[in-house]
């Protein structure tokens, strides 16, 4: 496991600066569209498991409850509509 140096979000009651939100939750954001695309599901987000690295890079912690998702099935190919080559001759007119 790596070790990382920084310390977990705190959050003050009056919110944060837009600046500081924007620096902190974009990566954030990028990094869990990145692990749903790959079908983690981390299942316990909370300030308690973001840190702020030094240097101010957030990194989601503990996926300890992290579930890999099965890929939605794809509809078996009886289950589609028939489609038609261009100058086939559907066969009702035979």
């Known amino acids: 496991m ?3 140096v920084g310390e ?3 959050i003050p ?3 944060l600066e837009v600046d500081k939100f924007f620096e902190w939750f974009l990566p954030f954001a990028d990094v869990l569209s990145h692990a749903h695309e790959h079908n983690r599901k981390h299942r316990d987000l909370k300030p308690a498991n973001i840190i702020i690295k030094t240097g101010g890079t957030p990194k989601i912690l503990d996926f300890g409850l992290a579930r890999i998702e099965r890929k939605k099935l794809v509809p ?3 289950d589609m509509p028939t489609m038609m ?3 086939d001759v559907p066969p009702s007119l035979i």
């Open 2 to 4: 790596e070790y990382v």
């Open 8 to 10: 977990t979000v705190q």
């Open 85 to 87: 080559m261009d100058g």
């Open 76 to 78: 078996l190919y009886s």
């Open 13 to 15: 009651d009056n919110g």
